[in-house]
């Protein structure tokens, strides 16, 4: 048996997504982001990753992580910057300063929602970006990381 450690997998999560399971769940679904930490921390146990997650209504607090994660040579960092996707130029620069590949996720997609939704900093930024199913998203994302 390996004495090997893990390797790690941020995952971030903006504002309001603390509030997953009974914030819009015709919209964002019933799962709260305990639901979804338990199980990406399922999934990655499986893969030989571990799941750092992490969840702030703070911009810089995003920015700090992103920072952290290319300090702790992080695996990748699967992103839900919430709100921060469409308004923050820190958190695009944060992504486009690290060497760490980043994937943008949303529950919903937010090509189908309000204009304001279509254009993602982070997407811009980003590796890739996986959206509009819901939970699954992330799981998605960390399939993607784990073949980095």
């Given at each position: ?7 790690t997998?941020y995952?971030?999560n903006g504002?309001?997504?603390?509030l ?5 769940p015709?919209?964002?679904g019933?799962?709260t982001?305990?639901?979804?930490a338990g ?12 799941i ?5 209504n ?7 992580w ?8 992080a695996?990748?960092?699967i ?6 996707t469409h ?17 943008e ?19 811009q930024a980003?590796?890739?970006t996986?959206?509009?199913?819901g ?5 998605l994302?960390?399939e993607?990381a784990?073949?980095?």
């Amino acid at each position: 048996m390996s004495d090997a450690v893990p390797a790690t997998v941020y995952v971030l999560n903006g504002p309001n997504l603390n509030l997953l399971g009974t914030r819009e769940p015709e919209i964002y679904g019933h799962d709260t982001l305990d639901d979804i930490a338990g199980n990406l921390e399922d999934r990655a146990r499986e893969l030989g990753l571990s799941i750092d997650m992490r969840q702030s209504n703070h911009e810089g607090h995003l920015v700090d992580w992103l920072h952290e994660a290319q300090a702790h040579d992080a695996r990748a960092v699967i992103l839900n910057a919430g709100a921060f996707t469409h308004t923050s130029i820190a958190v695009h620069d944060a992504i486009k300063s690290i060497r760490t590949p980043v994937i943008e996720v949303h529950l919903s997609n937010p090509h189908r929602r309000e204009d304001f939704r279509h254009v993602s900093f982070v997407g811009q930024a980003a590796k890739g970006t996986i959206a509009g199913f819901g939970a699954l998203s992330y799981m998605l994302a960390l399939e993607a990381a784990a073949r980095f």
